[in-house]
């Protein structure tokens, strides 16, 4: 048997070195690998000589809702270092906590850029969320209940939403009547506040029409009824503040805003599990609306009418407690 010929033309392949050959196919491998990640790196916009990433800067928005969390959360910190033997201090002390919290949540807690420690060679900011001192008491919480009141109504009136300056109007309110109530019990003066019933300057300044008409004049038949079936103290409160609502209805009308004026309107009857007679029931519930309606202001009245909203919230809200009404953690804002 004869042995084949050589193909013609194809010239002998010397067999191939199998070390040699491996480390080409290492080579080929790893430059594929290095292709890959360059490709996919750059399709999420990461180039591989970019600098380290940043802190985010923070927007109006942003600036105005982290301060006002921070000092949530220092006072909820605050607040569970104290304890006290006394019941009423207690309660109230359990109260804050509880608002605080409640606060928190609705400001969408503390901004912290990575939670679980920044990358290497990248400077944060730093977010301070402890008590102000080591062992804090009563009067520490006093300091800032007043403290965080002032920022939070000071942000609700640069805030450039209207959302945020109702949510910040509504907790500088409650720190407000917290710190006030504080005060009572440790037999001190209480914080200076700027609560004040709205004249008709600020009324006319927010702007009238028919809702805010017709929650003035309610408010203002509920509390000529609670005057006439009440007598001493109640009676000249609610008299006073009769005749300080009547004054903003003939404003509204005299400007005129449309006429929505009922001849009667309900009132609400005694509340027998808040402890309320028909009387504080009624002035309770006027007030509630008249807190409600302020802050809801905030969002269609120009910024320089702010500050007269803001401080009838704030005195709606002290009426409230007044006539033996209890505040929501976040007055005048529905509840969740």
Known sequence: M??????VGVPAQPAPDRPAARARGRRARRAAVALLAAAVLAGCGVRLDSAPPEEPAPDAVEELRQEAAVDAATIAATVAEITSEDEATAALLERVAADAGAHLGALGGVWVAWPEGAPEDVETSDVVTTPPVPEPGAADLLTL???????????????????????????????????????????????????????PQGLLARGVDGPTLLVLDQARYAFETVAARTEGAARERATTRAIQLRSLVD????????????????????????????????????????????????????????????????????EVEAWGGTLRALPGLAAA
């Open 251 to 318: 404003a509204a009308v005299a400007a005129g805003a449309p006429d929505v004026r009922l001849g009667f309107y309900d009132l609400p009857g005694p509340d027998a599990a808040a402890g309320l007679s028909a009387e504080q029931a009624a002035a309770v519930d006027a007030e509630e609306r008249l807190l409600e309606h302020w802050l809801f202001s905030l969002g269609v009245a120009a910024p320089d009418a702010r500050a007269a909203l803001l401080d009838a919230a704030a005195h709606a809200a002290a």
């Open 2 to 7: 004869r042995t084949p010929a050589p193909a």
């Open 145 to 199: 209940l007043a403290d965080g009141a002032a920022e939070a109504r000071s942000g609700a009136l640069q805030a450039p939403t209207d959302e945020l300056a109702a949510l910040l109007a509504s907790v500088a309110v409650s720190r407000s009547r917290s710190a006030t109530a504080l005060a009572a019990v440790l037999g001190t003066e209480p914080p200076a506040g700027t609560a004040a019933p709205l004249d």
